[in-house]
């Protein structure tokens, strides 16, 4: 038996659409499922999108809630090298834990970034998490060196 065009079927479960205002038996008479009266219940009644029936509506009430924030945003602790210079003036090896005991950062829960504000002229040996090229370039002139930690 070959396969003929009126002899195929559809797998999917065929759903005859509601018929409104077709007589009472058929479920949807009367008042074809619209309730009795109302605004909803008349022709080319109902209310635009975001109408709150005359209260203020949400999108007006908070304005300040407009756009969107970045859950995968990284927060960065910052540093300028002359804060760094400022509380290690001898140069040396300076890491976040040096950064935590010397006041600069808070604490090094944060990944650290170092900016590159300030004039540097003692070596130093940097372990952070990030560096920016102005930074990274005064370290390295300074005969220093800036490790990038993963």
């Known amino acids: 038996m070959s396969m003929q065009q009126n002899t195929i079927k559809s797998n999917q479960p065929r759903k005859n659409r509601k018929r409104v205002g077709r007589g009472d038996s058929s479920g949807y008479g009367s008042y074809s499922g619209r309730g009795m009266k109302g605004q909803n219940s008349r022709s080319g009644g109902g209310v635009r999108p975001g109408f709150e029936g005359g209260q203020q509506p949400m999108i007006k009430r908070l304005p300040s809630l407009r756009g969107f924030t970045?859950?995968?945003?990284?927060?960065?602790?910052?540093?300028?090298?002359?804060?760094?210079?400022?509380?290690?003036?001898?140069?040396?090896?300076?890491?976040?834990?040096?950064?935590?005991?010397?006041?600069?950062?808070?604490?090094?829960?944060?990944?650290?970034?170092?900016?590159?504000?300030?004039?540097?002229?003692?070596?130093?040996?940097?372990?952070?998490?990030?560096?920016?090229?102005?930074?990274?370039?005064?370290i390295e002139a300074a005969g220093g060196s800036a490790k990038v930690l993963d």
């Open 70 to 138: 970045n859950v995968f945003k990284k927060q960065f602790n910052v540093v300028n090298l002359d804060r760094i210079i400022e509380k290690f003036p001898e140069g040396g090896d300076v890491d976040t834990n040096a950064l935590v005991g010397a006041g600069v950062i808070r604490d090094d829960s944060s990944p650290t970034k170092i900016l590159g504000r300030g004039t540097v002229t003692v070596s130093f040996n940097i372990s952070a998490n990030k560096f920016t090229r102005s930074a990274k370039e005064k």
